[in-house]
Antibody, heavy 121, light 109 residues
């Protein structure tokens, strides 16, 4: 069974940084492209970015809204994908979801349960 | 790139059909057959209903169907059931990125 478990959320001050982790199991992580999506309270889904498998170059793509502040990385030795977001603003508050990015359909498919990040002083 | 356009709300009675639209541009929905639809119940993670415009993952009831014409994709829910009351989001590949719709709240009357 595919499982994605996010961790690292919590209360962060404006201007600070966050590093979220997503532990994957139940599938061949090394072959998977992974992505992060967030959802502000009461709002819609917002794509943050993706990291390709090492086989496909391990490159990253990011949404324009977070480019320059975001880094998505992966550790295939521990089946974990990370999201680093810097210079946090109150509008970065929300639930952050890790997902498997299906390159055959161009979209996030399996999703974790999410981790809540609150940016507040 | 702006979010895809969805109606904020839709409704129908049990047993009826309802269609939710998702309008993009020639750079996303119109260019790629990579439209997905998600269902999200309150406090839960999104669940994929449709991918590749009209494909259903295993386990998704046949009551859910997807289509696309030009720059607009559609999700049709037939034989509405009480448990279909949820938020629905579309997404489209847009060239090395993904764009989501603003979401539609479906109410089963």
């Amino acid at each position: 069974e595919v499982q994605l478990v996010e961790s690292g959320g919590g209360l962060v001050k404006p201007g600070g940084s966050l590093r979220l982790s997503c532990a994957a199991s139940g599938f061949t992580f090394t072959n998977a492209w992974m992505s992060w999506v967030r959802q502000a309270p009461g709002r819609g889904l917002e794509w943050i970015g993706r990291v390709l498998s090492k086989t496909h170059g391990g490159t990253t793509d990011y949404a324009a809204a977070v480019t320059g502040r975001v880094t998505i990385s992966r550790d295939d030795s521990t089946d974990t994908v990370y999201l680093q977001l810097n210079s946090l603003r109150t509008e970065d508050t929300g639930v952050y979801y890790c997902s498997i990015y299906d390159f055959t359909s161009g979209s996030p498919q399996h999703w974790g349960q999410g981790t809540l990040v609150t940016v507040s002083s | 790139q702006s979010a895809l356009t969805q109606p904020p709300s839709a409704s129908g009675s049990p047993g009826q059909s309802v269609t939710i639209s998702c309008t993009g541009t020639s750079s996303d929905v119109g260019r790629y057959n990579f439209v997905s639809w998600y269902q999200q119940h309150p406090g839960k993670a999104p669940k994929v209903l449709i991918y590749g415009v009209s494909e259903r993952p295993s386990g998704v009831p046949g009551r859910f169907s997807g289509s696309k014409a030009a720059n607009t994709a559609s999700l049709t829910v037939s034989g509405l059931q009480a448990e279909d009351e949820a938020d629905y989001y579309c997404s489209s590949y847009a060239g090395q990125k993904v764009i989501f719709g603003g979401g539609t709240k479906l109410t089963v009357l």
